[in-house]
């Protein structure tokens, strides 16, 4: 087991480092840059545009000469290689490179980058002046608030309902069931937020639950009761949402393993001594059933944490790292992309891990260092 850790752990480092030059490659290559982004708002508001770098210091400052060049970058007729740039003032555009770092080479810029991040330096953020790591800090209990929640009903819709159906097994109510599991595989989490919204929050129909935000404004001043209750109020359709999108295939896991041990010859003899069908059901099969759906339990959390939520939390504006990232994305603030991307990447990889770790916690006949290739 100690040498396997450490192959896996030794495996953590390239794949970490092969992920982030893939995606540094693609978004370095993709329009739209934060320069780009910088000349559209000097050709919306020349005089008064300012931006926030993610200089050292992390302090805003504003773009240099940019606001004794705003007339001349308006009226000016150099050219540029950045879309949209064509009369901007090619000192204003070499300073934001230099700024920016965009004047080394690319492989200069992403060993630089992977070397703050190897001690956890994740920059600031080009547009919000603040460290990456303070805006993840600010946006983590939210994501958190709705993976826990999530993945618990998750676990408790789908674990009842996989080992119902699998003691139905060909039954009406395996076949009516499967058809409901079914729609929810293939209807996106999103798709049902935006039913929710049209029924329950004021889209046209009931106007029972509230569109915006975890929390009301005055949560604050509200005693600890109301305090929780408004809480849950805020995040039922998000919850319902996520559930709904999200219990399909820990149900039909479930099922399946059930399934599997059912057949296995020592049920046939829990059942030849006289046992109960419940005894050996929960006293036998569940044990063993449950192995493969407990180890996946991190996985699954941070499957919904990281990528299940991102189109919730913008649809029902919640201020999570979902909302974060697609922000980030929209407006190429690239120390958020790859600070929140070396993250999510890393916490993804130990998570597998751990749970390759649990499956041979609940099952000691598991040992992956005796495997032959």
């Known amino acids: 087991m100690l040498m396997y850790l450490l192959r896996r752990l030794a495996l953590i480092v390239p794949t970490l480092f092969g992920i982030m030059a893939l995606n540094f490659l693609i978004v370095q290559a993709a329009p739209g840059g934060p320069i780009e982004q910088i000349v559209a708002r000097l050709q919306g508001n020349a005089v008064?545009?300012?931006?926030?770098?993610?200089?050292?210091?992390?302090?805003?400052?504003?773009?240099?000469?940019?606001?004794?060049?705003?007339?001349?970058?308006?009226?000016?007729?150099?050219?540029?290689r950045y879309r949209g740039a064509q009369g901007v003032d090619p000192e204003l555009i070499h300073e934001l490179e230099v700024q920016f770092g965009f004047d080394k080479p690319l492989y200069e810029r992403f060993g630089t980058m992977m070397g703050r991040y190897l001690r956890f330096d994740f920059g600031t953020s080009y547009f919000r002046d603040e460290r990456v790591m303070d805006l993840v800090a600010s946006k983590l209990p939210v994501s958190i608030s709705l993976g826990l929640w999530t993945t618990l009903l998750v676990y408790l819709v789908s674990i009842p309902l996989g080992i119902r159906k699998a003691v139905k097994d060909g039954t009406p109510f395996d076949a009516l069931s499967s058809a409901v599991v079914i729609v929810g595989h293939a209807i996106p989490s999103f798709l049902f937020a935006v039913v929710l919204v049209v029924l329950f929050a004021g889209g046209r129909y009931a106007d029972w639950f509230p569109l915006r935000g975890l929390v009301s404004e005055n949560w604050a001043d509200l005693a600890w009761p109301a305090r929780i209750a408004d809480y849950f109020w805020h995040i039922t359709l998000p919850i319902t949402a996520l559930v709904i999108g999200g219990f399909a295939s820990l149900t039909l896991l479930t099922k399946n393993a059930f399934l599997d041990e059912i057949h296995k010859q020592y049920v046939l003899t829990a059942r030849a001594k006289g046992l109960t069908e419940r005894r050996v059901l929960y006293g036998h099969v569940f044990r063993n059933a449950m192995l493969i759906v407990i180890a996946g339990f991190p996985a699954a959390f941070v499957g919904i944490l990281f990528t299940g939520a991102l189109l919730i939390e913008v649809i029902f504006s919640l201020d999570g790292l979902g909302l974060l990232g697609f922000e980030a994305a929209m407006n190429r603030d690239y120390p958020v992309m790859f600070g929140t991307l070396y993250v999510f990447t890393l916490v993804g990889l130990v998570t597998n891990l751990v749970g390759d770790m649990l499956y041979m916690v609940t099952d000691p006949r598991i040992d992956f260092d005796v495997r032959r290739a």
């Open 48 to 80: 008064e545009a300012t931006v926030r770098f993610g200089g050292g210091s992390g302090g805003e400052t504003q773009a240099p000469g940019m606001a004794d060049r705003g007339h001349e970058a308006a009226v000016g007729a150099t050219s540029s």
